[in-house]
C-alpha cells in the first residue's frame, strides 16, 4: 500500500524559512497536497501541486516536487508565529480516488 | 450546513462497549472520508464512499470497524466492542466526485477507558 513519511518535529525561529520535507511511495498523475492543522482545529488545504510541476509558488508558500524521488517539500518563508501548526502532505495512489495522508509534521516558531 | 458536520464532538466508553460516531457532509459533496488521528501515526485512512458505488474498506482496521452511509449523505462510523487502542480523534471529510480539496470536520475524540 501507499506509505508517505515525514519528520514529526520542525523548530525554527520567527522570520526564518522553514522547509518540511515528505516522501511517498506510489502517486497517481493528478495533484499532491498541502494540508494545515491548527490546534484544535480539523485539517485544512493550505496549497496543492499538479504532477506534471516541479515548482509551484504561492505569496509565501513554495512547493517543490521531484517525481523521480518521490519527493515533496513545503518551503514557508518568513515564518511567523501564526504559521505554528502540524503539516500534512497528502498523495492520491494510482488507481484509487482516496487520498493517504503523511504522518504530519508539527511546526514551531520560536518568537 | 455550510461546513463538515461531526458528533459527538468527545466521547469517553469503557472498553467492550459500542460507539457511533456520525458524520454529515457538505451537501452536494459525493465523495466521503473517514481518517484515525492518533497521536504519532498520522493521518490513518479507514474507508471512502463514492456516490453509490461499492465504499473502499480497505482501511478499516479489523471487524469491529463497519460504515455506513444513507442515502447518499449521512455517515455512521460504528466500533464495536471497543479497546482502549482505538482511543483517537476520528476525522470525517467529503469532496467533490473524482478527488479536489477534502473539507473536514473537526472530528470526533474517542476515549477508551
Known amino acids: 500500500g501507499e506509505d508517505v513519511e515525514q519528520s514529526l518535529f520542525l523548530s525554527v525561529r520567527e522570520g526564518d524559512s522553514s522547509v518540511i520535507n515528505c516522501t511517498y511511495t506510489d502517486s497517481s498523475s493528478t495533484y499532491l497536497y498541502w494540508y494545515k492543522q491548527e490546534p484544535g482545529a480539523g485539517l485544512q488545504l493550505l496549497t496543492y501541486?499538479?504532477?506534471?510541476?516541479d515548482m509551484k509558488q504561492d505569496q509565501r508558500l513554495t512547493v517543490l516536487l521531484n517525481k523521480k524521488d518521490k519527493h515533496l517539500s513545503l518551503r514557508i518563508a518568513d515564518t511567523q508565529t501564526g504559521d505554528s501548526a502540524i503539516y500534512f502532505c497528502?498523495?492520491?495512489?494510482?488507481?484509487?480516488?482516496?487520498?493517504?495522508f503523511g504522518t504530519g509534521t508539527r511546526l514551531t516558531v520560536i518568537p | 450546513g455550510a461546513g463538515v458536520s461531526q458528533s459527538p464532538s468527545n466521547k469517553v466508553t469503557e472498553k467492550g462497549k459500542d460507539v457511533e460516531l456520525r458524520c454529515d457532509p457538505i451537501?452536494?459533496?459525493?465523495?466521503l472520508y473517514w481518517y484515525r488521528q492518533s497521536l504519532g501515526q498520522g493521518l490513518e485512512f479507514l474507508i471512502y464512499f463514492q456516490g453509490n458505488s461499492a465504499p473502499d474498506k480497505s482501511g478499516l482496521p479489523s471487524d469491529r470497524f463497519s460504515a455506513e452511509r444513507t442515502g447518499g449523505s449521512v455517515s455512521t462510523l460504528t466500533i464495536q466492542r471497543t479497546q482502549q487502542e482505538d482511543s483517537a480523534v476520528y476525522l470525517c471529510a467529503s469532496s467533490h466526485p473524482y478527488g479536489g480539496e477534502l473539507f473536514f470536520g473537526e472530528g470526533s475524540r474517542l476515549t477508551v477507558l
Open positions: 451537501s452536494g459533496h459525493t465523495a
Open positions: 501541486i499538479f504532477s506534471n510541476m
Open positions: 497528502a498523495v492520491p495512489p494510482t488507481g484509487a480516488n482516496n487520498l493517504f
